[in-house]
């Protein structure tokens, strides 16, 4: 009988040592990383042939982002006023640096140049032109459709001259309803607005090029 009730607590001992072991055992990280994606190398052709400026040093910057995005969780308008921060889904670096960084890359493309800084440069660096950029949104509706507003204006020569302004908003469907769905969209987004600035800038400077009767 002793033996029997021995072992019944040395199993018990046992079980319990293993539950242990597994409440305090660690667990997978549940987070995932995501970033915002340039265009693809086929947009090179958009503006080479046409509307292409001379290559130029191109400044982006200064970038401002509301502050209830700087934060590492994704953030999705749920409604007009809420917002719904995820949990486990995360920017892999600072949204506004990924922004800033994606838009170079994409004007990289589009110009055709690798004249193209962010801001801040050195005064002995100045661009041709700079592109000041006010996001007011860059996050996912509740449709998990990538949603960009922003009012961004060309700066001309080292007399900061504003050239032009424009507001820009830009939604694109999200192809599946998720978190990679939207950073999809939210990089689709990014790369209209690249377009628009590309184009802008390429006919301010055309129109540059021939008041001044040079192409210097």
């Known amino acids: 009988m002793n033996r029997a009730i021995n072992a019944a607590v040395a199993c018990a001992v046992i079980a319990l040592s293993l539950a242990g072991c597994s409440t305090f055992s660690p667990r997978p990280d549940p987070s995932r990383f995501f970033t915002l994606s340039s265009l693809p190398q086929v947009e090179q052709a ?4 046409s509307t292409r400026p001379e290559k130029m040093l191109l400044g982006i910057g200064p970038v401002k982002f509301p502050s209830y995005l700087d934060r590492q969780e994704i953030v999705v308008r749920s409604a007009q006023n ?5 949990e486990n889904d995360r920017w892999a670096e600072p949204l506004q640096e990924n922004f800033a960084r994606v838009l170079s890359e994409n004007l ?8 193209i800084i962010i801001y801040p440069w050195s005064p002995a660096n100045r661009p041709r032109y700079n592109v000041e950029i006010d996001v007011l949104r860059l996050e996912a509706n509740s449709e998990r459709n990538g949603q960009l507003f922003a009012r961004w204006s060309v700066i001309a020569g080292t ?5 032009v302004v424009k507001e820009s908003r830009i939604i694109r469907s999200a192809k599946e309803k998720s ?3 939207s950073v999809a969209a ?3 987004a990014v790369g209209v607005l690249s377009r628009e600035i590309a184009e ?3 006919a301010i400077d055309r129109k ?3 008041g001044s009767g040079t192409s210097s």
């Open 108 to 115: 990289t493309l589009l110009l055709d140049t690798d004249l």
């Open 200 to 202: 802008t800038v390429s």
């Open 46 to 49: 958009t503006l080479k042939n």
């Open 82 to 86: 809420r917002f719904d921060v995820s």
């Open 208 to 210: 540059r090029v021939s």
């Open 179 to 181: 978190t990679e769905g």
């Open 159 to 163: 007399d900061k001259k504003v050239a």
């Open 186 to 188: 939210l990089s689709e």
